[in-house]
């Protein structure tokens, strides 16, 4: 199970730091992800990395002003955004599978477990 939070309203040039806990059971081949969905427009990847190892994804629009880390030891996952826009306003989920290979960690369609969403709204 997955609980996101950590969203909320900030001005255009500011920050966010969005945290996903997990609970229950995760093995070392677990691949835990961010994505986002705006208003009429699908779900979107924003990030991911590896439960294991440090390997690390993001989308091009989020490169150099979003960090996705993680801890091991307390489950838990977060997304820190700087330099947010307007266009980054959207509902953040967090999502998890174990075993996802890497070159399909940008489809939402390939993680079994999702987050409940938190709002993230950039505006002046």
């Known amino acids: 199970q997955l609980q996101a939070s950590g969203g909320g309203f900030v001005q255009p040039g500011g920050s966010l730091r969005l945290s996903c806990a997990a609970s229950?059971?995760?093995?070392?081949?677990?691949?835990m992800g961010w994505f986002r969905q705006a208003p009429g427009k699908e779900r979107e990847f924003v990030a991911a990395?590896?439960?294991?190892?440090?390997?690390?994804a993001y989308a091009d629009s989020v490169k150099g002003r979003f960090t996705i880390s993680k801890n091991i030891v307390q489950n838990m996952v977060w997304l820190q955004m700087n330099s947010l826009k307007p266009d980054d306003t959207a509902v953040y989920y967090c999502?998890?599978?174990?075993?996802?290979?890497?070159?399909?960690?940008?489809?939402?369609?390939?993680?079994?477990?999702w987050g409940q969403g938190t709002q993230v709204t950039v505006s002046s």
């Open positions: 999502a998890a599978r174990a075993g996802l290979i890497w070159g399909l960690i940008r489809s939402s369609s390939e993680y079994y477990y």
């Open positions: 229950g059971r995760t093995s070392n081949n677990y691949v």
């Open positions: 990395i590896r439960w294991s190892g440090g390997n690390t």
